[in-house]
């Protein structure tokens, strides 16, 4: 009885053992097939990715992914991150077609989160800007202010001394000093156009910059208001106050580097939002606008336009690179920031 007992607990122990050995055995061949990672690798753009940044589905990208193994996949993203050109994220696991995680760049925190289906790649980005400075917030249009203000021994009782257009022209002559009245005079300018239209610029913690604005609504200028300003009193009924639309995000970006705010505008999207549907195969002719010669795009935009560009190969040179890398701005120390060459903003008085 005893010997039957123990041949029957031996024939139990067996089996427990084998079937352990056997559902090891399906782990590992199960981990042995997962070869998806496989149907990742490739080049995406057009109508063979779905891309989203934050919560905005964005055209005309273009990404890589490239690996030889489930766990070393790397993913280049060409013109996503603001400020970098080129991104490439590495030691990305895929698992089943899908892949996820967080990364550093040059310029931001990623979080992202990846699948391949049907040879289409679905892919979505959350990025966080470096910003030591803190310069992601909303900025109001400065306000319309005038005062005295003397230049060619003359002094003009009511010039526009700051205002929604930050102007600081240099123009000095051993007799006459026309920077501080054509200053004045495009102060002016700028202080009563741009309220009429804009409201505020905001620097979205992911890297875009949106505006509120308005539409539909007329503009109101004297053609007197050129060579004397009108006053603050006049002015000031002519700025909307409620009405504003949010316009839309990504038609620019702005990015920290080397101690400086770049602003730089998505082209792409931009004709995108214009065109449409046409606007299919523009990032390569935009691509082949901005690396070519200065002077031979300057020749090219002659014979579109009949007549010679009274531009330097120079300053053409300047402007695809501020195209291809951004503008950099310049900060005042003071008690507002220079968000363009021509919109001043307040910031947080200290």
Not at 55 to 61: D, Q, R, S, V
Not at 73 to 86: A, D, F, R, T
Not at 278 to 292: E, K, P, R
Not at 317 to 323: E, F, S, V
């Amino acid at each position: 009885m005893s010997k039957k007992l123990l041949y029957l607990l031996t024939l139990i122990c067996s089996i427990s053992l084998f079937t352990a050995c056997s559902d090891d055995d399906d782990e590992k061949k199960e981990e042995e097939v997962d070869n998806s990672w496989e149907q990742v690798v490739g080049d995406y753009n057009g109508e063979k990715l779905t891309f989203s940044y934050g919560e905005t589905t964005l055209t005309g990208k273009e990404v890589k992914f490239s690996a030889t193994n489930g766990t070393n996949g790397s993913l280049l993203l060409k013109n996503v991150i603001p400020g970098e050109n080129e991104t490439t994220i590495s030691d990305i696991a895929v698992t089943k077609g899908e892949f996820s995680g967080t990364a550093t760049t040059t310029n931001a925190n990623v979080e992202y989160t990846g699948s391949v289906k049907d040879e289409v790649m679905t892919l979505k980005l959350t990025v966080v800007m470096n910003d030591p400075n803190g310069w992601a917030k909303k900025y109001n249009l400065a306000d319309y202010t005038t005062g005295p203000l003397e230049y060619n021994g003359y002094e003009n009782p009511n010039a526009v001394l700051a205002g929604a257009g930050y102007i600081n022209y240099v123009c000095v002559t051993s007799s006459s000093d026309y920077g501080t009245s054509y200053g004045a005079m495009f102060r002016g300018l700028f202080g009563v156009l741009l309220p009429q239209v804009l409201n505020s610029i905001t620097l979205g913690t992911d890297g875009t910059i949106t505006a509120e604005y308005i539409k539909g609504k007329g503009i109101t200028f004297e053609p007197g208001w050129i060579f004397q300003s009108p006053t603050k009193e006049v002015v000031e009924p002519l700025f909307p106050t409620s009405g504003w639309l949010e316009a839309p995000k990504h038609l620019a970006y702005w990015f920290h580097k080397d101690g400086k705010l770049y602003t730089k505008l998505d082209l792409g999207n931009i004709i995108g939002q214009v065109m449409g549907s046409d606007a299919d195969g523009m990032s390569a002719i935009i691509t082949a606008v901005l690396t070519s010669e200065p002077a031979q795009l300057k020749q090219m935009l002659a014979g579109l336009l009949g007549s010679e560009i009274p531009v330097s190969d120079e300053t053409i040179g300047l402007l695809q690179n501020w195209a291809i890398n951004g503008i950099p701005m310049r900060q005042k120390q003071r008690m507002d920031i220079l968000i363009s060459t021509l919109t001043k903003m307040h910031s947080i008085r200290s």
